[in-house]
Each structure stands twice: as structure tokens, then as C-alpha cells.
């Protein structure tokens, strides 16, 4: 059985997610040879499927005053390899220590890095093999390229189907596509209790500005168990910045004054009072479900959990380097997955606030409403698994349980050499030149 390392960005904290959401796909004794590497502390992001001493805390690599050279110091004096590479930064030493060490001591065959150019470097000067996590968006700047000609193989934690035009042919060929990975199996939501657990949030709510005619309608579905008698849009944002999804509430509210508007995750304290109920949540299934609509930005985590939903969807993407929510945000949209903002606009006006109207744009056929979660992700898999079987697609297509195969076979082979021939090579469109010998 292979170990491996993985290192999670300290930004946000989806990169700390997806190694939880991979590790837990490992079965038990599996998941105690898994070592993770980040700086993001304790308090921002706490794992569920390994143990904390697991957990190697890095040092930050945040620039120093006694730095002797900045991180980007310019063309003559920053490497064309490197983002960021602030030189005699004692922090940035100590980390490299920590990895290094740490990779030797624990006897760690891989590292998947997820994502860092100069952990990439660090690895490949050291030779040790790494996977390179591939977010979505435009890298095809010289850093990016040589983490992913240095990789054994690119990892890409999304389906194919949402793969850029603009990303270049070998990158997709040296890419294994794990499509979207979820934490935990889907609970059975019925809109009756979604209803209940908006009535409790709107009384524990005390900083909302609750409009007067939203409570009554809200307690009336609790009384009777009826249908909703007004829309409801949930926004959902992440940790990783929502500067752009806010600035959007006070539009959102003139276009929909009479819909209860639920916003899940930080938001700005100025545009609370464009919102009914504003909370945080252990669990955004029962509101990806049953709202009638759904606005959020393009992080992978989000999009992942609200994918194989019918609930019509609103892509508002945060500015993020290489255009990653972007860009994604338009493979959803050219997907029929989702609209953007200006279609959303653009469709409430011309449909007089109709709602099932956009569901029927998106999706081509009305939101079924009430709905569970199980029965719609279940058909929708069903339905893409059967795409795919009839497909002509290279072998490394989205399959449903592409993450699942991926982190078996580690445990599947003694030796990375074993694996990286008999198991991944087979499934890439690319090969090295050189002759892989035993």
C-alpha cells in the first residue's frame, strides 16, 4: 500500500475540503497512511475523515521585513518557474524543512499538491513524484505549465463536460478527470422539512430585517403543510470571498420584493437588510433542494454540491486569479447547467417574475416541486451513466466514480513505479518518451 502526502492551499478552505472528501473515499487502515500538509489553522477548517495528527500545520510563507528580496521582485530577479518566491524568508525555509522532512520520515510515496507551484518545484527538485490538482480556469502561464509537465499526471476534481475550450490538448490528455466528489451520502430532505428548518432560522435570525408578509407565510406552510405560497432563493457563499454575490443583493431585492431571501455563509453587514434570513449552516442539502431558486458563486465545492440538482441555479462568479470561478461559470452556462446573472435579469423581466420559466430555460423542463435529494441525484446519474456507456469518449472521461477508483487503486499497488505504469499510464492519453522498465 502506498502512503501519500497531500498539500492543501491555505486559501479558503476548499483545499482542506476536497483532501477530507478524498480521504474519505479510502477504506480505514487505508486512511491512516494519508498525511496532509497546510497552514491553515485549526480553527478554519477542522477534518472529519482523519485524525488531526495527521495534520502537519506548515509555516506561513507570508513575506517578512527581513526579507532580502520580495516574493515578485521582477523580470531579472524572479524566477520565469515561480509565482512567489521571496528570498532568505525564514518562514518559507522552515516549511520546506517541514514537507521535505516529513515526506522522509513518514516514508510518503506521492504527494498530490492541491495547489502550489513552488510545493511542485520543491517536490520535482527533490524527486519526489506529486499529482498536480488542476482547478478550473486559464494556467497556461510558464509556472503553471512546468508544475504540470513535472506532475506524474494532473488531477481535475470536476467532471470533463465542464473542461475550458481554451485549456491546451496535452494538458486534457495528461488530466484524470474525478468528476465532483461528495463528502457524505445525501439525506432524505422533504420540503416539509425544509420548511421547518426555515421557520426555527427566521426566529433565531435576530440581525434580519424580516419583512412582515414573509413570517405568516412561513408558519402557515409549518401549520398546514402546504406548498410554498412565495418563492424562495437561497444564496449560498464560501469563506474564499463573497464580495461579488453581495454586491448583487440589493439588485437581487428589487428584482424579487415579494421572495424570501435566505443567505447562507459571511455576508457583508450592510446588505444584510436586503436579505430575510441570513445563517450559517452545518448542511445546505435541504436548501439546494427545495428552493425555488439557487444563486451562488463558481467554487468547486459549492458547484459540486449543487450540480446533479434540478433547482434552477444562478452563477455570480467571485473575481479569482486565472478567471477560475469565470470560467467555470461559463462551462455551466454553456452546459445549460445554470444562467449568469444578466440572463437571470434578463428572464425575470421578460417572464414577469415567472420562476418556472427559468427552470425550464435551464433545464428544459419544469422543477419538479416538492422534490427529496436522493430521487433527483439518483436519476441524474443514472441518466449520465448511461451517456457515458454509449459514448465514444477517450478512457479518461467523467465517470461517477472516477475519485473513488483513483484513491483504491493506491492501495491496490506496493509501489508508485507499479502504479503509475499497470494503473494510471493506461488511463491518460499521454505517455512519457522514455521506456518504463519493472
Known amino acids: 500500500m502506498m502512503r501519500i502526502g497531500y498539500y492543501a492551499h491555505h486559501h479558503g478552505s476548499g483545499h482542506c475540503r476536497q483532501a477530507d472528501k478524498l480521504a474519505a473515499l479510502l477504506p480505514n487502515n487505508a486512511r491512516a ?47 520565469a518557474s515561480l509565482h512567489y518566491s521571496p528570498v532568505g524568508n525564514g518562514d518559507i525555509q522552515k516549511r520546506s524543512h517541514q514537507i521535505l522532512d516529513t515526506i522522509f520520515q513518514c516514508k510518503i510515496d506521492l504527494m498530490i499538491i ?32 512546468g508544475a504540470f509537465a513535472g506532475a506524474l499526471a494532473l488531477l481535475a476534481p470536476y467532471p470533463k463536460a465542464l473542461e475550458s475550450t481554451q485549456t491546451s490538448e496535452w494538458v486534457c490528455d495528461k488530466t484524470l478527470y474525478l468528476d465532483f466528489i461528495y463528502s457524505q451520502q445525501a439525506e432524505l430532505y422533504t420540503y416539509e422539512s425544509f420548511i421547518d428548518i ?10 434580519s430585517d424580516l ?49 424570501l431571501i435566505v443567505s447562507l455563509g459571511p455576508i457583508d453587514d450592510e446588505k444584510r437588510c436586503y436579505v430575510d434570513i441570513s445563517a450559517e449552516v ?39 486569479p486565472h478567471n477560475e470561478q469565470a470560467v467555470m461559470a461559463e462551462a455551466l452556462v454553456a452546459q445549460n447547467k ?42 441524474n446519474n443514472i441518466e449520465e451513466n448511461n451517456i457515458e456507456e454509449n459514448s465514444s469518449e477517450e478512457i479518461n472521461a467523467v465517470t461517477p466514480i472516477a475519485a473513488q477508483a483513483f484513491m483504491h487503486s493506491i492501495t491496490d499497488y506496493p509501489t508508485t513505479k507499479r502504479w503509475f505504469k499497470n494503473w494510471l499510464l493506461p488511463r491518460l492519453n499521454l505517455t512519457p518518451e522514455s521506456t518504463i522498465k519493472d
Open 33 to 79: 497512511q494519508l498525511t496532509v500538509f497546510t497552514s491553515l489553522d485549526i480553527n478554519s477548517y477542522r477534518f472529519t475523515a482523519i485524525d488531526e495528527q495527521q495534520i502537519v500545520r506548515l509555516n506561513a510563507e507570508d513575506e517578512r521585513p527581513d526579507d532580502i528580496l520580495a516574493g515578485r521582485a521582477g523580470e531579472y530577479w524572479q524566477p
Open 114 to 145: 492541491d495547489v502550489s507551484v513552488e510545493v511542485a518545484m520543491l517536490c520535482r527538485a527533490a524527486s519526489i513524484p506529486y499529482l498536480y490538482v488542476r482547478l478550473p480556469g486559464i494556467r497556461d502561464d510558464a509556472p503553471h505549465l
Open 198 to 207: 426555515l421557520a426555527k432560522l427566521s426566529m433565531d435570525n435576530e440581525t
Open 211 to 259: 419583512k412582515s408578509t414573509n413570517l405568516p407565510a412561513i408558519e402557515t406552510q409549518l401549520t398546514d403543510k402546504s406548498g410554498a405560497t412565495i418563492p424562495i432563493i437561497t444564496v449560498i457563499k464560501g469563506y474564499g470571498g463573497h464580495k461579488a454575490i453581495d454586491e448583487k443583493l440589493p439588485e437581487l431585492r428589487s428584482l424579487l420584493p415579494d421572495t
Open 282 to 320: 452545518d448542511d445546505v442539502t435541504p436548501f439546494i433542494c427545495h428552493s425555488d431558486y439557487l444563486m451562488m458563486a463558481c467554487g468547486l465545492n459549492a458547484v459540486a454540491q449543487a450540480y446533479h440538482y434540478d433547482t434552477p441555479l444562478i452563477v455570480v462568479p467571485d473575481d479569482r
Open 338 to 379: 445554470a444562467l449568469n446573472w444578466h440572463q437571470f435579469k434578463t428572464l425575470m423581466s421578460v417572464n414577469d417574475n415567472q420562476h418556472e420559466s427559468i427552470a425550464q430555460t435551464i433545464h428544459g423542463r419544469s422543477k419538479p416541486h416538492p422534490t427529496t435529494s436522493v430521487d433527483s441525484i439518483e436519476k
